[in-house]
């Protein structure tokens, strides 16, 4: 439980870090002179720094361990918010969004890395999934409490409050944690070798386009659209902007939290991922096609948050495939795909935001829903041919 709680503590900075451009970024647009490019690009540095360190990431925790790597790491999210609370330019921005991508992107990793080692698949799916639902906690942090201080003491007095609070959490990692016991057989085929060895595995293959797409587009909606849109859509002041995404980080929370006790409920992850996704796809293809009230927005958005986390229950279908020496590159290498898809994904979404001009009308947004809905579909067709492993009643 003390190693949980550490974790926790940690992730819920991570998923504060990973979202709250979405309620600062039209003041940051008004300060700095930011576009909607320049947007998407500061969550695309995060992304790029948090997907570069995968892989070395998978190698450390299979061979340094969860303590060292993780606390360490944090330090670069230290400087990165310090960079961000001076930053007096995009390019200032999009250093500090970098460095806080490298300092966040053994978070979670290390974490479910030591629950893979030491529980079984069951328990393994339960903390996981209570990991990633209650640290994103920091979604919250990020919606109504970040509005409220960046009117109270400034965004950048804001961020450096966070840089304080990632010391304190690398802090705890680095004492309280105890990484696992060594393996007996140790993997030694090397940094690389060790990563085609997980691609070589055939019954991967179908899961990987969901993989890359399946969180990215929540991440992109939540860490970066959202906010504009009801900006730009329903004309929604700050304090009632964060409020409005106040509901949907408490549906993602919510939702990653019940894909545990689901887990064991359904017996079956894939029908778990594949009707989430479905309703996911079905909530992206409302806000596009329909003419949404300011209310059935919000109700909508809601629902997409606690049908589209289904993170926890595709890292667990995954991971059954990993032998334990190679577990470390293996569920990096997924979560490279988790959210290097969302560093594809931002650029461009950016880049068709902007064709528009600004203010941005809300015919781009319903262009932008229309696609991630649309993908998700496709993305999902794919994942249908996937199998399981058999589990028990």
């Known amino acids: 439980m003390r190693t949980f709680l550490t974790f926790l503590a940690a992730y819920t900075l991570s998923q504060f870090y990973r979202s709250f451009l979405a309620v600062i970024a039209p003041e940051l647009s008004v300060e700095l002179g930011l576009d909607p490019q320049a947007l998407g690009n500061l969550q695309a540095f995060w992304i790029w720094g948090f997907v570069l360190m995968q892989v070395p990431v998978g190698w450390a925790l299979d061979t340094i361990?969860?303590?060292?790597?993780?606390?360490?790491?944090?330090?670069?999210?230290v400087a990165g918010a310090l960079v961000f609370a001076g930053a007096s330019?995009?390019?200032?921005?999009?250093?500090?969004?970098?460095?806080?991508?490298?300092g966040c992107s053994a978070i979670y990793m290390g974490g479910i890395y030591l629950f893979g080692r030491v529980y079984p698949m069951q328990r393994f799916v339960l903390m996981a999934s209570w990991?990633?639902?209650?640290?994103?906690?920091?979604?919250?942090?990020?919606?109504t409490p970040l509005a409220w201080a960046a009117v109270a003491i400034g965004w950048r007095g804001a961020m450096v409050g966070m840089a304080g609070a990632t010391v304190l959490s690398a802090l705890a990692i680095f004492l309280l944690v105890r990484d696992p016991p060594r393996l007996g057989k140790q993997d030694s085929s090397g940094f690389l070798a060790g990563i085609m060895a997980i691609l070589k595995l055939r019954a991967l293959w179908p899961l990987l386009p969901l993989v890359g797409l399946g969180y990215s587009v929540?991440?992109?909606?939540?860490?970066?659209?959202?906010?504009?849109?009801?900006?730009?859509?329903?004309?929604l002041a700050p304090l009632a902007r964060g409020n409005a995404l106040l509901l949907l980080a408490t549906a993602m929370s919510l939702g990653a939290i019940a894909c545990g006790p689901l887990d064991n409920l359904v017996r079956s992850r894939k029908r778990l991922v594949a009707v989430g996704t479905a309703i996911a796809a079905a909530c992206f293809l409302a806000l596009g096609l329909a003419d949404l009230s300011l209310a059935a927005a919000v109700v909508v958005m809601g629902l997409l948050g606690a049908f589209g986390m289904s993170y926890s229950l595709l890292m667990a279908h995954g991971r059954s495939f990993f032998p334990d020496h190679l577990l470390g590159r293996g569920i990096t290498l997924m979560?490279?795909?988790?959210?290097?898809?969302?560093?594809?994904?931002?650029?461009?979404?950016?880049?068709?935001?902007?064709?528009?001009?600004?203010?941005?009308?809300?015919?781009?947004?319903?262009?932008?829903?229309?696609?991630?809905?649309?993908?998700?579909?496709?993305?999902?067709?794919?994942?249908?041919?996937?199998?399981?492993?058999?589990?028990?009643?």
């Open 131 to 143: 990991l990633l639902g209650i640290g994103t906690a920091g979604n919250l942090l990020a919606a």
């Open 65 to 77: 361990g969860p303590r060292r790597t993780t606390a360490g790491l944090m330090l670069a999210a």
């Open 335 to 393: 979560n490279t795909l988790f959210i290097g898809g969302a560093g594809v994904l931002q650029p461009l979404s950016g880049a068709l935001m902007k064709s528009y001009g600004t203010p941005v009308p809300a015919e781009a947004y319903a262009l932008l829903h229309t696609l991630f809905g649309a993908g998700l579909l496709l993305a999902l067709i794919i994942y249908l041919f996937s199998t399981e492993e058999t589990r028990p009643a």
């Open 218 to 235: 929540l991440l992109a909606e939540r860490g970066l659209w959202a906010g504009p849109y009801f900006t730009d859509v329903h004309g």
């Open 89 to 102: 330019s995009a390019l200032a921005l999009n250093l500090a969004m970098g460095l806080i991508g490298v």
